[in-house]
């Protein structure tokens, strides 16, 4: 099989994209437009020349994804990787074909088996018991970007450096038991595995290494928290010492990852459309409200990996063939017309809701969405309640990513005198 693009025909084939993803693209949004108006489902080139299908209409997505007969995430089912046409080195590979049986790697019975003991423990009270803990890292997150920013002649400091990440990694790591340094000692592992420039293999080592570890530890001393419940579970609900490990994996890195990027997004639309701020400030429209069109709008994960047919099909009258990979555009489908109506490209608080597909849908859909909506709630409503009059201090740097929606800075000029209100 010949993966070198060809001259597009009238056709659509896996093989003549019209549009090839580049991690350092400096607007994934253009990228996604492209996408989506070329149509429903379309050949896409992804780093390195490896071609998928990209779904790029909610509609269409919402069918892939419900269809977990059709559209598999096991990568068996991916014809390329099994005739050997994946180079091994390709930047991508570890998150394309991860190793090991996890949350993201599993379907049907073996999925369900892996994902119902966490249903069982990772619940909504069990999230809201969080509240005050979070109210209270996030205040004293808060303090530390005011101190920094009184260090510099300018008032300037890095949000992101100062709370959108340890924010979530402190919560995450109370969660599953672990201390609060645990996550800055993780820090270049898990900024490692997003980075799709950067082979995660190692990283990933590490940060399974360490939660093995976690997990011997509270077999021992267990506590109130996630890890321990799931060791608690009756002996037939119980996972395996490997499949526990591979959860919390899943647990930290996507229950981190995308609420830091909801967060830092989230700060840049609401301080780029200040008449949108001042209705939350004001009270008209509730925080809850916003938070659901800041997902939206910037979907913190832009592009997944993968879907792989089982058989041969079609999609929105597209033939695909069995073992094709399907990309899902999350961040095409935010701003999908079809959707959320005609201004679907405009951050606007005040549209009509409609539910989006940030989180995923079907059987895979994120499990931790509730903690993700109740972080960024918190930690957003503080901030500008603080420093109502806030402003960027300079453009953010997007990270080289195809896959996250994220950024490497977010340097916020903050008033000299916070609001006291």
Not at 202 to 230: F, N, Y
Not at 319 to 334: E, F, T, V, W
Request: glycine residues 6%.
């Amino acid at each position: 099989m010949d993966l070198t693009p060809s001259t597009p025909t009238s056709t659509p084939s896996l093989y003549h994209p019209v549009h090839r993803l580049d991690p350092h693209s400096t607007d994934l949004h253009r990228d996604a437009a492209l996408m989506r108006e070329s149509g429903p489902v379309v050949p896409v080139d992804l780093p390195g020349g490896i071609p998928c299908w990209a779904v790029t209409r909610d509609a269409v997505a919402r069918d892939v994804l419900t269809d977990t007969d059709t559209f598999s995430v096991e990568r068996r089912h991916w014809r390329a990787l099994r005739d050997g046409l994946i180079p091994p080195d390709w930047p991508l590979m570890g998150l394309a074909n991860p190793a090991g049986r996890s949350l993201i790697t599993t379907e049907g019975t073996a999925h369900h088996h892996l994902r119902a003991p966490l249903a069982r423990v990772f619940t909504e009270p069990r999230v809201r018991a969080l509240t005050p803990y979070i109210e209270q890292t996030t205040e004293r997150l808060l303090d530390n970007l005011a101190a920094a920013a009184a260090q510099n002649p300018h008032n300037i400091a890095d949000f992101r450096q100062h709370v959108a990440w340890p924010l979530p990694m402190t919560v995450i790591t109370l969660l599953i038991g672990e201390s609060g340094e645990t996550g800055s000692r993780l820090r270049t592992d898990f900024e490692t595995f997003f980075d799709d420039t950067k082979d995660p293999t190692t990283a990933l080592t590490r940060i399974h290494a360490h939660l093995t570890a976690l997990i011997d530890t509270k077999k021992h001393t267990p506590g109130d928290d996630l890890t321990s419940a799931l060791l608690a579970l009756p002996e037939e609900q119980r996972l395996t010492e490997d499949e526990l490990a591979s959860t919390l994996q899943v647990i930290m890195i996507a229950g981190h990852e995308t609420t830091v990027h909801a967060l830092t997004h989230g700060v840049l639309a609401l301080t780029t459309h200040p008449g949108q701020l001042a209705l939350l400030q004001t009270g008209e429209v509730p925080w809850d409200r916003a938070i659901e069109e800041i997902l939206r709008w910037q979907p913190p994960t832009a592009n997944f990996l993968f879907r792989f047919a089982t058989r041969d099909t079609t999609v929105a009258g597209i033939p695909i063939r069995q073992g094709d990979p399907l990309l899902i555009s999350y961040i095409a489908m935010g701003r999908d017309p079809d959707r959320h109506g005609p201004t679907a490209s405009t951050f606007d608080i005040q549209r009509r809701p409609r539910a989006h597909t940030s989180f995923g849908h079907g059987p895979h859909v994120c499990i931790g969405r509730p903690l993700a909506r109740l972080e960024t709630r918190i930690a957003l409503q503080r901030l500008f309640a603080r420093w109502p009059d806030l402003t960027l201090a300079a453009p953010a740097q997007r990270a080289p990513s195809v896959l996250m929606n994220a950024h490497h800075n977010l340097p916020l000029t903050l008033p000299s005198s916070p609001s006291t209100s």
